[in-house]
């Protein structure tokens, strides 16, 4: 349900608006402002899945919240008494580190890891530099073992957890199994990374449930002790030697220090994905970048973004404000059916020197591209014209006479604009 009038959830109208006009001058995507559970401002597809980058470690705070508190994790657990080990293998100081020390980042581990930015393997403290729990660096080794040891603990697979115990109690419209993937490269570690794609209308679910103290509805999902010792400041961060600004960092969580209006914590990735909360305001904003077209807004946009709309907020909810039914306007690509043994034409792997291996599949009666980040699935508009909702770059199948391989390329715009996608076959 949506506000009315924002002026009635506590907002001013022009600088509401303003907010929004920023948004769009960073180059955002999708934006929601959410106040006592109800939308007060949106803009872009709300129903598109992007690829959520760092949010996934937040995710998995959540499952570990509701796992810990039934039992079957403990977080004063030493990896070697879980056995935990990797390639190359860890030595016995780094085995000490704890499953708490994972979720705070602070293992004093700087294995290689899946899914690492370039930034994150330059500047990898060297191995047995700090022993656990002395030092605080964001590395990724730590957050993917986590899953590894969620799995060995629960017997649970991660994504079919959070389907069943976060996405479907809080009524997540739009997540989907066929839109997460283990992010294997063994070359550097043997824990994969969890890749998730979600929807700005779900992540302000999950938002919600956080901002509720983990309760949804009457049921707590998540305890409330978690999410309190999940947002204390465990590392106190401020800026590093080269001056690139931290916020302070909980459990899998953040905490501003840059915003002084009011306290408030996010989840956050590369991008800039995010899932800010403020308990004070009763209030959540998602932001999100197209990270398929590899736009990126920086983290300074997004604070000063923030505390622009910390600035638009004149009050508390009126009582009796008027709400409506949220409304997002429908996809109006007109679907047609191509004949299977067109699609069959279709299937093979792609090659591009930049982007690496696409690969085409046939399931059931439609295509399934597989990249490096997931699945997709194309839906024909054209016998051999092809299109994806979450990524939304059209995709052509051409036959080449030429050439014996197939191989794909990325027709891009002066402005850097991935316009479509060729696949020749």
Same mark, same amino acid.
């Given at each position: 349900?949506?506000?009315?009038?924002?002026?009635?959830?506590?907002?001013?109208?022009?600088?509401?608006?303003?907010?929004?006009?920023?948004?769009?001058?960073?180059?955002?995507?999708?934006?929601?402002?959410?106040?006592?559970?109800?939308?007060?401002?949106?803009?872009?597809?709300?129903?598109?899945?992007?690829?959520?980058?760092?949010?996934?470690?937040?995710?998995?705070?959540?499952?570990?919240?509701?796992?810990?508190?039934?039992?079957?994790?403990?977080?004063?657990?030493?990896?070697?008494?879980?056995?935990?080990?990797?390639?190359?293998?860890?030595?016995?100081?780094?085995?000490?580190?704890?499953?708490?020390?994972?979720?705070?980042?602070?293992?004093?581990?700087?294995?290689?890891?899946?899914?690492?930015?370039?930034?994150?393997?330059?500047?990898?403290?060297?191995?047995?530099?700090?022993?656990?729990?002395?030092?605080?660096?964001?590395?990724?080794?730590?957050?993917?073992?986590?899953?590894?040891?969620?799995?060995?603990?629960?017997?649970?697979?991660?994504?079919?957890?959070?389907?069943?115990?976060?996405?479907?109690?809080?009524?997540?419209?739009?997540?989907?199994?066929?839109?997460?993937?283990?992010?294997?490269?063994?070359?550097?570690?043997?824990?994969?990374?969890?890749?998730?794609?979600?929807?700005?209308?779900?992540?302000?679910?999950?938002?919600?449930?956080?901002?509720?103290?983990?309760?949804?509805?009457?049921?707590?999902?998540?305890?409330?002790?978690?999410?309190?010792?999940?947002?204390?400041?465990?590392? *106190?961060?401020?800026?590093?030697?080269?001056?690139?600004?931290?916020?302070?960092?909980?459990?899998?969580?953040?905490?501003?220090?840059?915003?002084?209006?009011?306290?408030?914590?996010?989840?956050?990735?590369?991008?800039?994905?995010?899932?800010?909360?403020?308990?004070?305001?009763?209030?959540?904003?998602?932001?999100?970048?197209?990270?398929?077209?590899?736009?990126?807004?920086?983290?300074?946009?997004?604070?000063?973004?923030?505390?622009?709309?910390?600035?638009?907020?004149?009050?508390?909810?009126?009582?009796?404000?008027?709400?409506?039914?949220?409304?997002?306007?429908?996809?109006?690509?007109?679907?047609?059916?191509?004949?299977?043994?067109?699609?069959?034409?279709? *299937?093979?792997?792609?090659?591009?020197?930049?982007?690496?291996?696409?690969?085409?599949?046939?399931?059931?009666?439609?295509?399934?591209?597989?990249?490096?980040?997931?699945?997709? *699935?194309?839906?024909?508009?054209?016998?051999?014209?092809?299109?994806?909702?979450?990524?939304?770059?059209?995709?052509?199948?051409?036959?080449?006479?030429?050439?014996?391989?197939?191989?794909?390329?990325?027709?891009?715009?002066?402005?850097?604009?991935?316009?479509?996608?060729?696949?020749?076959?």
């Amino acid at each position: 349900m949506q506000y009315v009038d924002p002026e009635d959830a506590g907002f001013d109208t022009d600088k509401l608006n303003a907010v929004k006009d920023k948004f769009i001058e960073n180059g955002g995507s999708s934006l929601m402002v959410i106040r006592e559970g109800y939308v007060v401002s949106y803009i872009g597809p709300v129903d598109r899945c992007y690829r959520q980058t760092s949010v996934r470690k937040s995710y998995l705070n959540a499952l570990y919240g509701i796992f810990v508190d039934r039992g079957d994790i403990d977080l004063n657990a030493s990896l070697a008494s879980l056995n935990i080990d990797d390639t190359p293998p860890l030595n016995d100081n780094e085995k000490r580190a704890t499953v708490l020390q994972l979720l705070q980042s602070r293992s004093g581990i700087y294995h290689t890891a899946a899914y690492s930015p370039e930034w994150m393997e330059k500047q990898l403290p060297e191995r047995g530099s700090h022993a656990p729990g002395t030092y605080w660096f964001y590395n990724n080794w730590d957050f993917n073992a986590l899953a590894t040891i969620f799995k060995q603990q629960t017997h649970r697979d991660m994504f079919e957890a959070f389907q069943e115990y976060i996405a479907q109690p809080t009524g997540m419209q739009d997540y989907d199994l066929q839109k997460t993937k283990y992010l294997f490269e063994d070359e550097l570690s043997q824990h994969p990374a969890y890749i998730f794609r979600m929807s700005p209308r779900d992540m302000a679910r999950f938002g919600l449930l956080y901002l509720n103290n983990g309760a949804w509805e009457g049921e707590q999902i998540i305890h409330e002790s978690w999410i309190e010792i999940s947002w204390k400041r465990h590392s *106190v961060n401020g800026t590093n030697e080269a001056g690139v600004h931290w916020d302070d960092y909980g459990l899998l969580w953040w905490i501003s220090n840059t915003i002084t209006k009011e306290p408030v914590y996010y989840a956050s990735g590369s991008g800039l994905q995010r899932i800010s909360i403020f308990p004070e305001s009763d209030m959540v904003m998602v932001h999100v970048v197209d990270n398929y077209q590899m736009k990126s807004v920086n983290e300074d946009q997004v604070d000063e973004l923030t505390k622009m709309l910390l600035d638009a907020k004149t009050g508390k909810v009126k009582k009796g404000a008027k709400l409506q039914e949220l409304t997002i306007p429908e996809d109006t690509l007109e679907i047609v059916t191509v004949d299977e043994g067109i699609l069959k034409k279709f *299937v093979g792997e792609y090659q591009n020197p930049m982007l690496g291996t696409f690969k085409i599949y046939l399931e059931e009666d439609h295509l399934l591209m597989q990249a490096g980040i997931g699945d997709f *699935v194309l839906k024909p508009f054209g016998e051999n014209e092809f299109f994806n909702k979450d990524i939304r770059i059209p995709m052509y199948f051409i036959q080449d006479s030429v050439r014996n391989d197939r191989f794909f390329i990325a027709k891009i715009s002066e402005k850097g604009i991935i316009q479509q996608f060729i696949f020749y076959y």
